[in-house]
């Protein structure tokens, strides 16, 4: 199974973004833009998400919205929520501008249609739950305290939007006098005013409380009428209806969840919040986000003293005048920006563009050179502009160049205008061309990144060939196996568990079966996959319900991050086909990504993989997929960087790098290895070159400290010239690049 990027016991924060942002409107009081927009919902909702996330520190996210139009709620019943009162037009207008300011801080948004945010926030906790991470719900609604279990808690705000409460199991069942998986049951008795849940008209909160308390459940209480005093089984008798019909609403509707490897953090994208922000007129969010720009009277970017890859004025040409377009296409630069569609010359002559004149500007390209921001969106809205990639300058493909660990790289289009914008992209490219790497800079540009871009998009407009019957056959398969898995597990624990949550699964593998411990968590056994694998190996009927567990999770996964996706984003599409979108400006490694869906990390190994990349193809038996990968490219260019003669001899005799190291770091021969000392070696390899520690290596082995760091240190004595490397590179990174500010 591929990483996606989380691990057992890491902090993904789930925010229901709507409820959030309402009470953030009622919290504060009437607030204005200079344009007259209303901005107290947008402050108060930042400021709160903000002072979450840097109290939490999640791995990741997810902002859920409720969609426009019914949900399945509404079909049962036709008040649910009319009891509200019209929402107002200045929370309306404000809630677009929050989702855009929530995706430039980085955060992942989330909206599905006839789903209400609720719902994804549940369905999203189960699944992250399940993956072993820590889950942290923001929400006022006390519908989702029924989420509550081991690793799953709850933030409830208090008043406005400065303070919150924390619920776990245990606070919450001390405060409600009863477990969180009543609630559901304690909502159906005195209904919820909030969402217009009727509930059983004449129960209120303390005659709930102390029916459950008593009879435990909705059923148990229904099933005990005739022991209750006359007038309170009159009441329930009459209200049995509600109560049924309310415990149906307050229930999450089972919808599928937003996969693990979509919470990603990303950085902030910092022209987009500076616009947003200037716009609005929040300049004490600016200082907060660290965005050290303001803006003259003119509309123009003061940027003394910013970050690198921001420009001064001084580089822009210091007088704008419009010419003709014909005048301008004598020259052999020329930048292009919209908004509206405008050409500018480097002495400030600027001219404006019509649809008619792209093909003209297409053809100047063959021999000239032409700046701008976004070559692909360029491409995508003018495909004339596809046909010279190597006469594209693209500064935000530049910009990345220089700086490809910044949170963003996107100029915001809405900032500038015409000939304003057209003069700060001008400006960015005389800047990058002072670069000390610009003439490698130029090669990449010219004959990599620029003719990648219109290759990429060829790649997306085409799409995938998906056989939606094969994927259904197999979904359907995983759903029987699941079944089947969690029958043989429920005979050995002698009733149902949950089979995601590391506390029970934990204590039928060590308590009740009583196999041996391998390594523990701060909160208990630990079970991730190296402990399943390590367990799986014991005798048969030892390893039996591990092994189990393994494929019970490598199903789930399957199911959830691959099946279920595609199947969607086919269901989708005009023409059947999945349509990612490639994207080569993002990671800070140079490599590609790919998004909604992700192709590039497909499963592998094992019939399950076998078959769901059955089903993905090219849709022309004519046509075949070529896969091509450099073997193991990072440590040789290690090798070659380092000069650590041993590496070098090894690969020019192509020998196995992870059991030559073994046996270097072990003082063994070759074939005196072990394949869990290559294991061990093969984690070294990789996990030291990317900065992984003594503490990281000891998690990822499940050894100790103490061992590990003596590991690590062997390694290194070794391969000296390894280590000398890693150093020498860190403290370059040091001095070339400052610490940047984060959001989280």
């Not at 691959?562 to 994207?583: I, Q």
């Not at 394949?675 to 499940?702: D, I, S, W």
């Amino acid at each position: 199974m591929k990483d996606d990027g989380f691990s057992e016991k890491r902090k993904v924060l789930l925010v229901d973004g709507h409820g959030l942002a309402f009470r953030a409107f009622y919290a504060l009081p009437e607030m204005t833009a200079p344009d007259g927009t209303p901005t107290n919902a947008v402050l108060g909702f930042v400021n709160m998400l903000l002072r979450v996330a840097e109290e939490c520190r999640p791995d990741g996210a997810g902002i859920f919205f409720d969609p426009k139009g019914p949900t399945e709620r509404d079909a049962v019943f036709a008040a649910y929520k009319e009891g509200r009162r019209p929402t107002p037009d200045a929370f309306k207008r404000q809630l677009p501008i929050i989702m855009k300011i929530t995706e430039a801080l980085g955060f992942p948004v989330f909206v599905k249609e006839g789903s209400e945010a609720d719902d994804l926030i549940a369905s999203t906790a189960r699944n992250a739950s399940g993956e072993g991470m820590d889950v942290v719900i923001l929400s006022a609604d006390k519908d989702l305290f029924q989420l509550l279990r081991d690793g799953v808690t709850m933030l409830r705000p208090l008043g406005g939007v400065k303070q919150t409460k924390r619920y776990d199991v245990a606070s919450f069942t001390e405060e409600y006098g009863f477990p969180p998986e009543r609630m559901a049951d304690y909502l159906a008795l005195c209904g919820d005013a909030v969402d217009n849940i009727p509930g059983v008209p004449g129960i209120g909160d303390k005659t709930a409380r102390l029916l459950l308390k008593e009879f435990g459940s909705l059923d148990g209480i229904y099933g005990s009428l005739d022991a209750m005093p006359e007038k309170r089984r009159a009441l329930l008798s009459r209200g049995r209806d509600f109560a049924y019909l309310s415990h149906r609403l307050v229930l999450p509707t089972d919808v599928e969840a937003i996969a693990t490897s979509l919470l990603e953090l990303r950085g902030m994208d910092e022209e987009a919040l500076v616009s947003i922000c200037t716009r609005l007129g929040l300049k004490k969010l600016m200082e907060r986000l660290g965005l050290a720009a303001s803006f003259l009277s003119d509309g123009s970017r003061d940027v003394s003293g910013a970050e690198p890859g921001v420009v001064s004025t001084e580089d822009a040409p210091s007088k704008l005048e419009r010419a003709s377009l014909e005048a301008l296409l004598r020259e052999d630069l020329l930048v292009l920006s919209e908004n509206p569609d405008v050409l500018l010359a480097p002495d400030g002559r600027w001219a404006p563009l019509s649809e008619s004149d792209f093909d003209g500007l297409s053809s100047w390209t063959r021999q000239n050179r032409l700046v701008l921001a976004d070559y692909r969106r360029w491409c995508e809205r003018v495909g004339a502009l596809r046909s010279h990639p190597a006469n594209v300058w693209d500064v935000e493909l530049a910009h990345y160049f220089l700086h490809p660990d910044a949170p963003g790289h996107s100029m915001e289009r809405g900032l500038f205008g015409g000939e304003l914008l057209a003069a700060e992209i001008l400006a960015q490219w005389r800047e990058y061309r002072r670069s000390e790497f610009v003439e490698d800079m130029d090669r990449i540009m010219r004959e990599i990144d620029a003719p990648l871009t219109p290759a990429l998009l060829d790649l997306q407009e085409r799409g995938l060939h998906v056989d939606r019957d094969a994927l259904e056959r197999l979904d359907e398969a995983l759903r029987t196996r699941l079944v089947e898995i969690e029958k043989r597990i429920f005979s050995a624990a002698g009733g149902e568990i949950n089979l995601n949550s590391p506390k029970q699964l934990g204590e039928l593998l060590f308590d009740k079966l009583h196999l041996p411990v391998i390594k523990r968590t701060k909160t208990g056994y630990s079970t991730d996959v190296s402990v399943l694998e390590e367990l799986a190996r014991l005798p048969e009927s030892l390893g039996e319900i591990p092994a189990m567990m393994l494929e019970y999770r490598e199903c789930s996964k399957m199911s959830s991050g691959f099946v279920h996706p595609f199947l969607k984003y086919a269901a989708e599409s005009a023409d059947g086909r999945v349509h990612s979108t490639f994207l080569h400006s993002v990671t800070g490694t140079g490599r590609l990504a790919s998004r909604d869906p992700n192709v590039q990390n497909l499963p592998v190994f094992g019939s399950w993989a076998e078959a769901f990349r059955g089903a993905i193809g090219t849709g022309d038996p004519s046509r075949v997929f070529v896969g091509a990968d450099y073997s193991q490219i990072e440590l040789r260019v290690l090798a070659h960087l380092s000069g650590e003669e041993r590496l070098l001899d090894a690969f020019s005799k192509g020998l196995d790098i992870h059991l030559e190291t073994a046996s270097w770091v072990f003082g063994l021969d070759p074939g005196q290895i072990t394949p869990e000392q290559r294991r061990f070696a093969k984690t070294v390899n990789f996990g030291l070159l990317y900065g992984m520690g003594a503490h990281g290596l000891a998690l990822r082995m499940g050894i100790g400290r103490v061992r590990a760091a003596e590991m690590v240190e062997r390694y290194f004595s070794v391969l000296p010239r390894v280590k000398s490397y890693l150093e020498e590179s860190a403290r370059e990174a040091k001095k070339r690049r400052p610490d940047r500010k984060s959001v989280v």
